[in-house]
């Protein structure tokens, strides 16, 4: 991680156990936030007033099911600031992105990756200059995004997973969008060879997706509806 031309911080709501992360260019003090939480917006939101930064994009992964997004609560404090989501999410945005589309932050490049399985929508951030991705819930630590709801499919996970985020060079660092066990980043090189779920062949990856029997999420029916709407209540 470059820190002379790299702002970097890597926050924690407990509720959801996600991480919100601030991403900011050291010499035009640009920044963007990634997956930010509506009752964590104004701590964000004033970390970034004594960072010094600029908020231009708010970055969502994906239309989250187990919290409303902090874009809007965001959007009010910094007008500046456009929320993005992928084009396949199907929900409501001021910047719908391509498969492969750039975003400039200053000096930085970001790159969305559209990485879906999760949902449809899901798409992970590649910051390939600092060696840096962060894979929504697509790639977790030593674990995946469920697939039995809001679109999920095994196969198309694991195939995206491969194709866009476990293909880039094995230095680069994943940062994920949620951990329940306290891990905080992995790497490529890992997460391929640890992964007890994407080490699988794929068919007896997609058999297991079919047998987690997880609890349904405790904040979808409050959280999605908002999510299309860009976290709006």
């Known amino acids: 991680m470059n820190t ?5 911080r890597q926050l924690f709501e407990k509720t959801s156990s996600t991480y919100t992360y601030i991403i900011g260019c050291a010499v035009t003090r640009k920044a963007a936030i990634i997956d930010p939480v509506l009752e964590t917006a104004e701590r964000d939101a004033k970390l970034i007033d004594q960072l ?9 992964t994906h239309v989250h099911a187990d ?5 809007a609560t965001l959007s009010k404090i910094f007008p500046s600031m456009r929320a993005c989501l992928s084009d396949k999410s199907g929900a409501k945005a001021d910047r719908l992105l391509a498969n492969g589309e750039m975003l400039r ?17 899901c798409c992970s951030y590649v910051l390939s200059s600092e060696g840096i991705v962060f ?4 790639l977790l ?39 329940y066990n306290g891990h905080m980043s ?6 391929k060879q640890f992964n007890p ?7 007896d990856f997609i058999e297991f997706m079919a047998n987690l029997n997880l609890a349904y999420p405790k904040q979808i029916d409050r959280a999605l509806p908002a999510n299309l709407k860009n976290g709006e209540l």
Do not use: M
């Not at 010094?52 to 969502?60: A, D, I, Q, S, V």
């Not at 992995?186 to 997460?191: A, D, I, L, N, W």
């Open 4 to 8: 002379s031309t790299l702002v970097f």
């Open 52 to 60: 010094g930064l600029e908020l231009e994009f708010g970055l969502n």
């Open 135 to 138: 894979t929504g819930d697509a």
């Open 105 to 121: 932050i200053g000096k930085l490049e970001v790159q969305c990756r559209h990485t879906p399985g999760h949902t449809d929508g």
């Open 186 to 191: 992995s790497t490529v090189r890992e997460e």
């Open 141 to 179: 630590f030593r674990g995946c995004g469920r697939t039995d709801f809001q679109q999920g499919d095994a196969g198309r996970l694991y195939d995206s997973v491969w194709k866009e985020i476990l293909s880039l060079p094995d230095h680069c660092t994943l940062f994920p969008a949620h951990d």
């Open 67 to 71: 919290h409303i997004t902090g874009t």
């Open 197 to 203: 779920r994407l080490t699988l062949p794929k068919a």
